[in-house]
């Protein structure tokens, strides 16, 4: 949307176009009768109004015409938007059977995907064009909702159970995904992007990796795409311990336990995050078993490096001395 | 006071021991429809004693037979409601499908994570 | 005021309910409800303004796309804290425990409430509770959302949730003890004459308010108390980790808190169903069908409440009951709009400050009630659920009718309440520019919420931002609107011109007796012989249509 | 409010006052369906999804325990109407007999459910880190109050329900939050009803009740007649789910 006022967000999936003309049928309605009585309101105002400070109104009590009237009348309108809306709706929540199935995780604060074929992403999700997509929805602790505006579909993420959510993007670009439903701190945060591609470019994607040329600038956008910044934030208030300086520094760990923050023990963390817990924080990262190749490893690791010279946070707790521990 | 007679009702102890007599009789009972294997039909069974005893209690204990109608009517529509609020939830539950097609009482032994590839 | 009819010169009444004792413990130990409604407007000003001035912080920093000056966390207690104030705090006591405690006994020619001690205990219930809250507030403050959804609330939440809930639930107490006294009132406390036809409107939508009140309120109650549980004991009804369900919750908490709306609207529509026929000096067109669609929106009110909920998971077919049921909830809304509307003909129709809030409240909620035929359609909401369009439509309802209904009948009895009359022109203004901040405060929102923008985001992309800047700008404005009202009305209670037993004048009982009235309400107990809203057998008012014969003695009927 | 003898100032007629806080009562009473609605209604869905652990739950109470405290409660019931009707009826000595034997009969309710609850907790059978719904088949030493019948029995059932729904230990907690949930409220309203008798029984010790000023009983009575019918259907509901095995 170019204008600096827009007001409909773009039509990308069968439903999008559909939920416009109701929503434009019920704005006309509403229109109309929010006019009408604005301008009755307004006639009456003025050819009513007090002339004589001691003259009073017109002895009428009601009719009752008038009222079966505006009684029945709305009551029909209002019973046609719900069908209309009502068939929408069953449409929505009954996914056809030859649907592309693709598991969504929500975790404070970041989604979790995977593709048919097992290929992970974080935040991301890419789906081909015109092609039934049905998302199987899971919560691994409060609730979400996943919402992507211009494919005009949401549906809450429900821990204890799977709720699905189905669309057909209709139109390739690339559309912003919404937690919409306040799930805590980074509520805000838990957003994303939805890829639509062609069929032929989404096999290609699905098949291999895009290489990164500098390894430092592809860990370092690795390092937000799999949402490693919205808990090991910079200045140390996060959820992990702040990276800044890290690198080759001693880490004191919950065990008591001092280790060097070498390669080694940087992967480890990613995959087995659980392993040695730097002091002072609650074990809450997941596993990136799986969802990271060596390779990523290895570019996260430089962008680590490069955060060495970064000032160190005051108060990043479990540090050995002279250093921020991290896991 | 003779006003006051006129609309209030006593109730007298002979009723009051007949109903309680009544009441301790249909509690054994409820006890023993809970040894008889009635299938699907034990809670009701049970709810139906149950709403005897306590449509006794309120009838003649709290003398709701005799109170103004208004009163009636307030203790119905309370009745009323707590059935709207139970029945209305429940068709949500009853009519549930989670998205394997298994009805309400959803799957039990549900684990948090990815669900299983077919 | 600007027909006052009487004569021109006007005292205060020798001795009134405010000067009838002093002192401290006479206030705070009173059984009498037009002081008890004082306690409550001090209590309930208290916490608009500091709902207010969460209000102020949330739209400050959602001026950039980054935010301006809050953290996450901080943002989330602002936005919880914003809500918890303003709907258990300030929206469900303002117009009952404010307005109706003072005029409902007024009205039907009562000396007091039927129970004037639980009357006094719900205002000390309201008072502890609202202190539980101001604990959390600054114990760590509450980052729930004021829906305290679990598991969120009962497991995840690191902030002072378990006072807050306190406070909530005990607050709940008041708004039973103050529901209960309205309809024994109604039923067993009306002057000889004072048939149920001829209750004024006010009284009709407080009975209804009140059926919502005792029939909602303990279920949030014993909600809210099992989520306290479950929080401290680990009790696990609502813990998917133990097999609960969190959408039960939801259901439990909707239950209440979606009538809860109209225990917050029903009362504003009742204030406004006595500034209409007043200031257009008309009894009002189809009586019998207003207070009916009162009662109609209590009763099917409750019918509704999972449309909060249509993109939970919850089945198809309850989904599609509950839309359907929406819509009809829609109706009786739309019955008092055109009933309104229909009065204003053939009235004398004045532009007092209260008729202008009057406008304004049909105007917003004419707004506020339409969109959420949008929300109500299943269609729509899969689309605009949990956006700013949500936000904007129940602040239209909420803030747009309901405070506007509040402020119109606080002008509207302001002289009765303190026996003085306020400064209209600087009234007037401080309407208009209420009417144009909310406006622009809230429109931007609408589109906000089309254009995807979900509720309750610290940060949001930036193409949001121009809408932001818009609704902060309107916010400002319309923080002005607030205080002027308040500094004003202040000054009048104790410097206003006196303004006599009924300057407007109005029909209703309560301007039968002097302002400020005697403790007693009424120095004789009054006999109604006329019909509600009725200017022209009404010698008593001074007015052109008033027969000289005398009120006609007109015989009580059942219908209208 | 100023009161001239029995007859307080808002009211005109001793009879308006009497019919306007029995209105009062009822209202309230409707108010404590919904209260207690929202409790049933979560017991009502847990019990349908976790059929099994709601059985195996309710067979570990104490039949006999609950039996007793339904007679004594009934009892009671049947003491407060009557305790009504003498005050109706002007006999003031009645009242107070009837009045105290009705307070004696909540105390012996509330001291049973008081063993029931400490035998539950002995039994670490109360939701939270330490619940355990095996403790007492794994731990029979730890348990004596339970005779090696009961336990075999206990033993038995366990397996069975483990075998039906492999999560019984988080799912009995469920049965336990609504029976400590709904006995909990109700004990609460016993509690608060038996303060109330108490300034009963204090006023009608002075003697300020007689046929023509007995309201306070009469709604007060209305309340315990109120308790009682809750725990009317919490018997069944909590102690007669699975007992026919």
């Known amino acids: 949307m170019q204008s600096p006022f827009p007001f409909v967000p773009e039509q990308a999936s069968n439903f999008a176009a559909n939920v416009d003309i109701l929503f434009s049928f019920i704005l006309l309605t509403c229109l109309f009768f929010a006019v009408l009585i604005t301008a009755l309101a307004t006639f009456a105002a003025f050819k009513y109004r007090r002339v004589h400070p001691n003259e009073v109104g017109a002895p009428i009590h009601g009719n009752m015409a008038l009222e079966i009237g505006w009684t029945g009348i709305p009551l029909l309108i209002a019973l046609g938007m719900f069908a209309w809306g009502a068939v929408l709706y069953v449409n929505f929540r009954t996914a056809p059977k030859d649907t592309l199935d693709i598991n969504v995780i929500g975790k404070q604060w970041m989604w979790r995907l995977q593709q048919p074929n097992g290929r992970r992403e974080i935040n991301e999700l890419h789906v081909p064009l015109n092609r039934n997509v049905k998302l199987i929805l899971g919560s691994e602790d409060v609730i979400h909702n996943f919402y992507v505006p211009a494919f005009r579909v949401k549906m809450d993420v429900v821990p204890g159970r799977y709720n699905t959510l189905w669309f057909r993007p209709t139109k390739i670009g690339k559309y ?31 098949s291999g990796e895009v290489g990164e040329v500098n390894p430092a600038a592809a860990g370092e956008k690795l390092f937000t795409q799999l949402a490693c910044v919205t808990c090991h934030l910079s200045n140390g208030t996060g959820r992990g311990p702040s990276l800044n300086g890290v690198y080759a520094a001693k880490v004191l760990l919950a065990d008591g336990s001092i280790v060097v923050a070498d390669d080694g023990y940087i992967r480890e963390s990613i995959l ?44 990043g707790a479990g540090v050995a001395p002279a250093s921020t521990g991290k896991k | 006071m003779s006003e006051n007679e006129h609309t209030n009702h006593i109730v007298q102890p002979g009723t ?79 009519t549930r499908v989670d998205y394997r097609g298994v009805r309400f009482p959803i799957s039990q032994n549900f684990s948090a994570g990815l669900p299983p590839r077919a | 005021m600007s027909t006052t009819a009487t004569a021109p010169v006007q005292t205060l009444p020798e001795h009134h309910y405010l000067n009838a004792t002093y002192g401290i413990r006479s206030w705070l130990l009173t059984t009498d409800h037009k002081r008890i409604a004082l306690l409550y ?35 989330n207690r602002m936005f919880t804290m914003h809500g918890v104030t303003m709907i258990f705090f300030f929206l469900i006591p303002s117009i009952p425990a404010v307005l109706g405690n003072f005029l409902i006994p007024l009205m039907v020619g009562a000396k007091d409430l039927a129970f004037p001690r639980v009357n006094l205990l719900s205002w000390y219930i309201y008072i502890i509770g609202g202190c539980f809250t101001l604990y959390s507030m600054i114990a760590g403050g509450l980052d729930t959302g004021w829906t305290f959804y679990t598991p969120f609330s009962t497991v995840y939440s690191n902030s002072a949730v ?26 067993t406390m009306r002057a000889p004459g004072m048939t149920w036809f001829r209750l004024p409107i006010f009284v009709w939508s407080h009975y209804a308010t009140s059926v919502v009140m005792i029939l909602g309120t303990p279920v949030i109650a014993i909600t809210l108390g099992l989520a306290a549980m479950e929080r401290v004991f680990g009790l696990g009804f609502f813990n998917p980790a133990m097999g609960g369900d969190p959408i039960l919750f939801q259901h439990l908490f909707w239950f209440y808190s979606h009538p809860a709306v109209y225990i917050m609207i029903l009362p504003a529509m009742g204030v406004v169903s006595e500034l209409i026929p007043t200031f257009a000096r008309k009894q009002i067109f189809g009586y019998g069908f207003v207070a009916a669609a009162s009662l109609a929106i209590a009763v099917i009110g409750f019918l509704v409440w999972a449309h909060h909920m249509f993109v939970t998971g919850q089945s198809t077919y309850a989904a599609l009951a509950f839309s359907l049921l929406t819509f009809v909830v829609a109706i009786p809304s ?70 506007m209904g509040y402020l119109g009948g606080m002008h ?49 992309p930036p193409e949001f931002q121009v809408y932001n800047v818009m609704s902060t700008a309107g916010a400002s404005i319309l923080a002005v609107g607030y205080l002027l009202p308040m500094i004003y009305l202040t000054w009048a209670a104790f410097y206003g011109k006196v303004a006599g037993p009924n300057p407007w004048p109005a029909t209703g009982l309560e301007w039968r007796t002097p302002s400020p009235p005697p403790t007693e309400n009424f120095e004789v107990t009054p006999v109604v012989t006329w019909e509600p809203y009725d200017f022209h057998h009404r010698p008593d008012l001074g007015l052109e249509g008033g027969a000289p014969q005398g009120p006609a003695v007109a015989p009580a009927h059942g219908d209208d | 409010m100023h009161r001239t003898g029995a007859l307080y100032g808002q009211f005109k007629t001793l009879e308006q006052q009497k019919d306007t806080a029995t209105l009062g009562m009822w209202i309230f009473l409707v108010t404590e369906i919904m209260f207690f609605g929202g409790i049933m209604l979560a017991y009502t869905i847990n019990r349908h999804t976790y059929f099994p652990a709601f059985a195996m739950g309710s067979n570990t109470l104490s039949l006999f325990l609950g039996g007793t405290n339904t007679v004594v409660l009934l009892a009671s019931s049947f003491t407060m109407a009557m305790g009504v009707w003498s005050a109706q009826v002007g006999k003031k000595q009645l009242l107070t007999i009837f009045l105290s034997l009705t307070l004696v009969l909540g105390f012996v309710f509330l001291g049973i459910k008081y063993i029931e609850y400490a035998q539950k907790f002995h039994h670490h059978l109360v939701p939270g880190r330490n619940f355990d719904i095996t403790y007492c088949v794994n731990n029979p030493a730890r348990c004596d109050d339970l005779s090696p019948s009961e336990l075999e029995v206990e033993r038995e059932e366990l397996a069975k329900a483990l075998n039906a729904d492999p999560a019984l230990n988080s799912h009995a907690q469920l049965y336990y939050s609504a029976y400590f949930g ?61 007992r026919h095995k």
């Open chain 4, 182 to 242: 709904m006995t909990g409220l109700h004990a609460l309203h016993m509690i608060i009803g038996a303060g109330l008798l108490l300034w009963l029984l204090k006023e009608s010790l002075a003697g300020r009740f007689d046929a023509q000023y007995n309201n306070p009983v009469d709604i007060i009575g209305l309340y315990w007649h109120f308790v009682d019918i809750v725990w009317i259907y919490l018997f069944p509901l909590l102690y007669l789910i699975d």
């Open chain 3, 412 to 460: 509207f009895w302001w002289p009765k309440i303190t026996g003085r009359m306020y400064p209209e022109w600087i009234a007037r203004i401080a309407a208009l520019i209420l009417f144009v901040g909310f406006n622009l405060t809230f429109f931007p929102q609408f589109v906000l919420g089309y254009l995807g923008m979900p509720r309750r985001y610290h940060v949001y």
């Open chain 1, 272 to 315: 087995e995050p659980k392993a040695k817990i730097v002091a002072g924080f609650q074990p809450v990262m997941p596993t990136f078993q799986g969802l990271v190749t060596e390779e990523q490893i290895m570019n996260l690791t430089a962008y680590i490096k490069t955060l060495q010279s970064q000032p160190v946070p005051p108060k």
């Open chain 2, 16 to 94: 009051y021991t007949a109903i309680i007599l009544t009441l301790l009789t249909l509690t054994a009972l409820t006890v023993a429809a809970a040894y008889v294997n009635l299938g699907p039909f034990n809670i009701v069974v049970a709810l139906a004693i149950a709403t005897i005893k306590a449509t006794l209690v309120v009838l003649f204990f709290m003398h709701a037979k005799f109170v103004p109608r208004r009163t009636q009517l307030i203790i119905i529509s309370g009745v009323f409601w707590l059935i709207i609020l139970l029945f209305m939830t429940l068709s949500d539950y009853v």
């Open chain 3, 41 to 75: 407007l001090a209590s309930v000003t208290f916490f608009f303004f500091i709902g207010g001035f969460f209000a102020m912080m949330i739209r400050l920093h959602l001026m950039t796309p980054n935010g301006l000056l809050l953290s996450a966390d901080t943002y």
């Open chain 3, 162 to 187: 378990a006072p807050a809930v306190l406070g909530v639930f005990i607050t709940g107490f008041s708004s039973i003890l103050t529901g209960l006294n309205f309809l024994v009132t109604v039923h």
């Open chain 1, 176 to 206: 912003r995904l919404f937690c919409s439903q306040y799930c805590g701190t980074n509520h805000a945060v838990m957003t994303g992007w939805v890829t639509v591609m062609d069929p032929a470019d989404y096999a290609t994607w699905l």
């Open chain 3, 334 to 403: 739309a019955i008092k709009v055109f009933n309104w509307t229909a009065t204003l003909f053939g009235g004398s129709i004045s532009f007092d400050t209260p008729m202008l809030y009057a406008f304004g409240f049909i105007g917003l909620f004419i707004v506020g009630g339409l969109t959420g035929l949008f929300l109500g359609c299943l269609g729509v909401d899969m689309h605009v659920h949990d956006t700013y369009f949500v936000v904007a439509h129940f602040h239209y309802i909420m803030v747009g009718g309901a405070v």
